[in-house]
């Protein structure tokens, strides 16, 4: 489909926010879904580009994505402009299964960019069981690079920074943070953590998690030509049975229990 | 809407109201695509390569884009025959009744391929099998048996034996002399002949110091091919009797022409697919046009006709 640029802003050193007019992917996405967006209009680069949903609202039939610019088709992306139209299909994938009762606390973990798909999984549960008992955790390499800080503490839960350089924050990676997070906490209560990231922020996030029998969804990160589950390229290696198997990113994920994954 | 009736042909028994097919390896089994375009307008689905046995596929990153194309690896995953009878096929005889299915088969060995052939003999709403000797990612079978004139000959007599099906083989680009390979299937009771597959490729990235893909090598599709596509079909319509499916960087309906006029007698869509979901659907409205735009009656009549 054809979709209306509303608004396309410049929100870090290489990071953009695209609100688009899309009255049924707002109405209809899920956290965790993504879509898939043909940036350029030629044949170099040929291929669509997957991209997190950032945010849906159905009242206003706006999506929007957050993205950072990191080869040719972003490059084409951050040129287009507001009044133009994005090929876009999707939603796409299988989104976060979202927590129905309040009883458990939660832990949302981004680095970079992939805030994303997360501060729209906070905006639900904002929406539903509420963040009083939710902590974010926003990572980036340096200051200038978090995202949405403002926009999580907005929504009332509990906001920690990580920074690799130190700039900002806890200094050093996410995952340390985590844990000692995760050692602050009193013991028997019922966590749930959520992540999206690089996917070696997300084998360690999922070796915390594992070690200390946490419930975990992680969304992943694959190469991707079709989006919806015909050319089997965006392969993520999950547990069957005694063996593994390859399922695909885009239709069985982006979303995936961490012990599903199996990491080389 | 025209009459659509200059588009419709027959390719060895296999009725299409159009002659563009979409591609295997790049629709899937159809029903991935079934919620983005309307399968009943498809000339033809080829699937994904089918084994015996379900494939694992390869280790990923399985594909890595470059100009105007990309390079997949993705090492012919699929759940093997039995899920295709029994579960795929009957999902497309119900979704897209009036579409012939052409199932892509896959093999370690000569005994898999003829046995993949037997399985699909007399399965409802299988049209044709497009035997699939040119993979270039898998370690065994795929491409060794299309890169020799013996091998070749070989599947093709072993599949021709194990079904009444209409055998259609798939040529690999990676070859001194693709007329050879062809002479081969035609000679040996193939009823048609679909080319190109992939161009064996690499890519590195110049940073990290690696290779691209976890396999190394894959095979290279999309609009960089199609001049390849287009010199090889032209030479392969010259020398065998038999008809020939044009594929290999068709991205527009222009390009399908081109195909036809290099003597192809219909044409399969594949990495456009990703770019564009209706891609094959667009094609074909866009060969009507071309034909009612210049005075043709019928598709046949531009097959060859290059000057």
Known sequence: MKLAIIEHVKVGPRSWRLELDAPEPARDSVPGQFVHVLCGSSYDPLLRRPFSIHDADAESGRIRLLYEVRGRGTALLAERCPGETLDVLGPLGQGFRLPETSDARLLLVAGGIAVAPLYFLARRIADTVGCARTTFLIAARTKSMLLCVEEFSSLG??????????????????????????????????????????????????????????????????????????????????RAGDSFEYVRACREGPVFDADEVIWE | MNDRSRLAVNICGIRMKNPVMVASGTFGFGKEYGDFVDLNQLGAIVTKGTSLEPWQGNPPDRIAETPAGMLNAIGLQNDGVESLINEKIPWLRSAAPDVPVIVNVAGKTVDEYAEVARRLDGVEGVAGLEINISCPNVKEGGIAFGTDPAMTAQVVRAVRKATRLPVIPKLSPNVTDIVLMARACADTGADAISLINTLLGTAIDAESRTFKLANITGGLSGPAIKPIALRMVWQVAQAVDIPVIGVGGIMTAEDAVEFFLAGADAVQVGTANFVNPSAAVEIADGLDTYLERHGFKHISEIVGAVE
């Open chain 1, 157 to 238: 839960g509990d906001v920690r920074l990580a920074t690799d350089d130190g700039s900002a924050g806890y200094s050093g990676f996410v995952t340390r943070l985590m844990s000692e997070y995760l050692e602050g906490l009193t013991g028997g209560e019922k966590l749930i953590v959520f992540a999206c990231g690089p996917m070696p922020m997300l084998e360690g996030v999922a070796g915390i998690t594992k070690a200390r029998g946490l419930k975990c969804q992680i969304s992943t990160e694959a190469k991707m030509a079709c989006g919806v589950g015909a050319c089997m390229s965006c392969a993520i290696k999950v």
